[in-house]
C-alpha cells in the first residue's frame, strides 16, 4: 500500500463524511465529527480488505465510511435520525 493509495482511502471518507453533513443537516453529527468519521470507517474498511486479501479496497473503503456514519447519526442520543418526535425539555 502506497502513500497514494492511503490519501486515495482518506479523500473517499472525507468526501463521504460530508456527504453525510449535507444529507442529514442539523438531524446529523456536526462537520468535523462526521469528516472524522468518514474517514475512520474509510480506513477500517480498508485495513480489513488488505487483512483479508481481498480486492476493491476503494469500495470497501466507502462502504465503511457509510457504515460507521450510518451507525453513529442513527444511534446518537441527542437528537435520533429517525424519529421526528418532539419534547418540551432537552435530553442529557
Known amino acids: 500500500m502506497t502513500l497514494m493509495n492511503i490519501l486515495a482511502y482518506i479523500t473517499i471518507g472525507l468526501v463521504i463524511g460530508w456527504l453525510s453533513r449535507i444529507i ?3 438531524r446529523g453529527v456536526t462537520m468535523l465529527p462526521s469528516l472524522a468519521f468518514g474517514v475512520l470507517g474509510a480506513v477500517a474498511g480498508t485495513a480489513i480488505v488488505h ?3 481481498l480486492a476493491g479496497a476503494a469500495f470497501y473503503a466507502a462502504v465503511g465510511a457509510v457504515g460507521i456514519l450510518f451507525t453513529v447519526n442513527v444511534f446518537r ?3 435520533p435520525i429517525f424519529t421526528e418526535t418532539k419534547t418540551d425539555k ?3
Open 24 to 26: 442529514t443537516k442539523e
Open 51 to 53: 487483512i483479508l486479501g
Open 77 to 79: 442520543q441527542k437528537k
Open 90 to 92: 432537552p435530553l442529557k
